[in-house]
C-alpha cells in the first residue's frame, strides 16, 4: 500500500499516519522528521534546512526529493509507505511521479484531511501548551506565527496538489475536523472502497482485461436481423455446407434452393 496524506499543518495527519501504518504494516515517511532529524544529527542537508524550516518555509525541492527517494529504497518500505508532508508542491508531485515510475512502483490512494484554518490554529495553540505543561520541548515552528506563515505556503504551494490528483482520480477527501476515530474509519471507508486488484501492484503483463470484448452488432432483440440473414445465406452458402444436411426430421427431404451440387463433397468416414 503506498499512500500520500494531504493536508494543512495541525490536520493530523501524524496521528493518522500512524494508525495507518499498523493497520497496513507500511512505513511512515515524514519529510518534517526526516528533515528535523537531519538538523539534530547536523548532516549537510540538517545545516542547510535548519533557518529554513524555523522561518516556517519549504526547503528546496530537490532536497526533499532526494530524501524520499533514499528512504523509499530502504528494504523496510519494500511493503509500502505512507508519505505525510511530501509532495507539498506540484513539481514535487511530478518529481514523485517520475520517481515512482522509474522505481516500477504506483500510488494507491491520496488522502486529502480537509480542514477549517481558524480551527487549526486553536488546536495547535493548545498542542503547545498541553507539550509545555507536560515540560516537553515545543518544536521550533509550532509557533502560531510560524504556523500562520505555514497555512499560508500550504494554501498557495500544496492546495494545488488536491486538483493535481482530483485530475487522475486518486483523491480520496475526508473531514479532517471530525475526531480522530472517525477521521480514521472515514479513512479506511476510502481506501477499502477503491481497492480492485491487490494494492501497490501493477497488473501482471497478460491479465486478461476486464473490459469485454464488444458484442457482434445484434437488432435489439438479440437476433440477426433480416438483411443480416440475406447477407449470410448469399455470402456464405459454400459455409453453409456444415450445416446439418440431408433429411429433416421425419424422413423428408429437405428441399433443395439455389444449391445444386451436394454441398460437401468429401463423404465422413467412420
Ligand atoms: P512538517 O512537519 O511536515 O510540517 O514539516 C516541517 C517543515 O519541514 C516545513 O515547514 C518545511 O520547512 C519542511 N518540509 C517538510 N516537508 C517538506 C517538503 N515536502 N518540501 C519542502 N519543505 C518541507
New binding site residues.
Given amino acids: 500500500m503506498r499512500l500520500i496524506l494531504l493536508g494543512p ?1 495541525g490536520a493530523g495527519k501524524g496521528t493518522q499516519a500512524q494508525r495507518l501504518v499498523e493497520k497496513y504494516g507500511i512505513v511512515p515517511l ?3 522528521d526526516m ?1 528535523r532529524a537531519a538538523v539534530r544529527e547536523g548532516t549537510p542537508v540538517g545545516l542547510k534546512a535548519k533557518d ?2 524555523e522561518r ?4 528546496p525541492d530537490d532536497m ?1 526529493v532526494q530524501i524520499v527517494s533514499e528512504r523509499i529504497d530502504q528494504p523496510d518500505a519494500k511493503n509500502g509507505f505512507i508519505l505525510d ?4 508542491t506540484v513539481p ?1 508531485a511530478e518529481a514523485l511521479d517520475r520517481m515512482l515510475r522509474e522505481k516500477g512502483l504506483s500510488l494507491d490512494g491520496v488522502i486529502e484531511l480537509k480542514c477549517d484554518e481558524g480551527i487549526l490554529l486553536d488546536r495547535i495553540n493548545k498542542r503547545i501548551g498541553e507539550t509545555a505543561a507536560r515540560g516537553e520541548t515545543v518544536r521550533p ?1 509550532d509557533d502560531p506565527e510560524v504556523l500562520k506563515k ?1 497555512l499560508v505556503a500550504y494554501r498557495a504551494q500544496t492546495s494545488p496538489l488536491v486538483t493535481y490528483y482530483s485530475k487522475r482520480g486518486t483523491l480520496r477527501t475526508v473531514d479532517g475536523m471530525a475526531p480522530i476515530p472517525h477521521v480514521t474509519a472515514a479513512i479506511g471507508q476510502a481506501l477499502d472502497g477503491h481497492a480492485g486488484r491487490p494494492p501497490g501492484r501493477r497488473a501482471p503483463s497478460g491479465t486478461p482485461r476486464k473490459t469485454a470484448r464488444p458484442a457482434p452488432k445484434r437488432g435489439a432483440s438479440g437476433k440477426r436481423g433480416a438483411k443480416s440473414r440475406r447477407k449470410g445465406r448469399a455470402a456464405g452458402s459454400r459455409k453453409r455446407a456444415k450445416a446439418p444436411r440431408g433429411r429433416v426430421a421425419g424422413g423428408r427431404r429437405r428441399p433443395r434452393k439455389t444449391v445444386k451440387k451436394p454441398a460437401r463433397k468429401r463423404g465422413r468416414r467412420g
Fill in positions: 499543518p515524514s519529510t518534517g528533515l529554513i524550516i516556517g518555509e519549504l526547503v526533499v508532508g511530501f509532495p507539498r514535487q515552528d505555514r
